[in-house]
C-alpha cells in the first residue's frame, strides 16, 4: 500500500518524496484544506482541463491545473478516481477527476498535455476509488472499455496503462488504492449510499 492515512488524509509516498509539494486525499473525515487558498470546479463528467491562477470557483471542468504557489487545485469524488499530477521540472500540478467519461475520454493525459509536460517528467498518484470489486457495469459501458456484455471494469488499471502508453514511466505512478465502497467507514460512495453519498475532497499545492 503506497497511501498513509493521518487524520483521515490518505497521502502518497510516491509524491512526499517531493518537500516542496502538499498534496493528499481525503477520506470520510473531511479534509481541511485552507479554504481562502482553494481552486474548485463544478465537474461534469466531461474531459475539460482548466488552468487555475488565483482561488474560488473555476467553472466548469473535470482537471485543474495551477503552476502558482500555495494554491490548492482540488477534486470531490466519491467512487470516481481522484488523481494528483506532479511536474517537478515545471513545477506544476494538477487534480484530475476520473470516472469512467472521463477515463474512456483520457482526461489524465489531456492533464498533462495542457500542463505543458513531457509525460516521462510527470508523477501520478491515483487516490481511493471504486474498485474492479464492485465496479460492475452493463453492455452499453463495457463497451466503452473494449469488453462486452456485463462487466467488472478496473478502472486504476485502466487509467494506469493509458498514463503509461502516453509516456509516463510505470515506477512513476502509484496506481493502487483501496475500493470506495468496499471501505464504508473509511470512504464515501456512490454505489454505496447512492444520493445520500457525501464527497471527498483530493488537492494538490506547491507550497509557498
Ligand atoms: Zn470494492
Not at 481522484?82 to 515545471?90: C, F, G, H, K, T
Not at 470506495?180 to 471527498?200: I, V
Request: hydrophobic residues 40%; neutral net charge; aromatic residues 8%.
Amino acid at each position: 500500500m503506497t497511501l498513509t492515512a493521518s487524520e483521515g488524509v490518505y497521502r502518497s509516498s510516491l509524491l512526499l518524496q517531493f518537500p516542496w509539494l502538499d498534496h493528499g486525499f481525503g477520506g470520510r473525515k473531511a479534509a481541511k484544506w485552507p479554504p481562502e487558498r482553494h481552486a474548485a470546479l463544478v465537474q461534469v463528467h466531461g474531459a475539460t482541463v482548466v488552468t487555475a491562477s488565483e482561488p474560488g470557483p473555476q467553472g466548469e471542468g473535470d482537471a485543474l491545473v495551477t503552476s502558482v504557489p500555495n494554491l490548492y487545485v482540488t477534486i470531490r469524488t466519491a467512487d470516481c478516481l481522484p488523481l494528483l499530477l506532479v511536474d517537478p521540472s515545471q513545477r506544476k500540478v494538477a487534480a484530475v477527476h476520473a470516472g469512467w467519461r472521463g477515463t474512456v475520454a483520457g482526461i489524465p493525459t489531456k492533464a498533462i498535455a495542457a500542463m505543458g509536460s513531457d509525460p516521462s517528467d510527470v508523477w501520478v498518484a491515483i487516490g481511493p476509488g471504486i474498485g474492479p470489486c464492485c465496479f460492475e457495469v452493463g453492455d452499453e459501458v463495457a463497451r466503452e472499455f473494449g469488453a462486452s456484455g456485463r462487466q467488472c471494469i478496473d478502472l486504476f488499471a485502466y487509467n494506469r496503462q493509458r498514463l503509461i502508453d502516453f509516456g509516463v514511466p510505470a515506477l512513476q505512478i502509484a496506481g493502487e488504492a483501496p475500493c470506495t465502497k468496499c471501505s464504508p467507514d473509511e470512504f464515501h460512495s456512490f454505489r454505496r449510499s447512492r444520493e445520500a453519498a457525501g464527497r471527498m475532497h483530493a488537492a494538490i499545492a506547491i507550497r509557498p
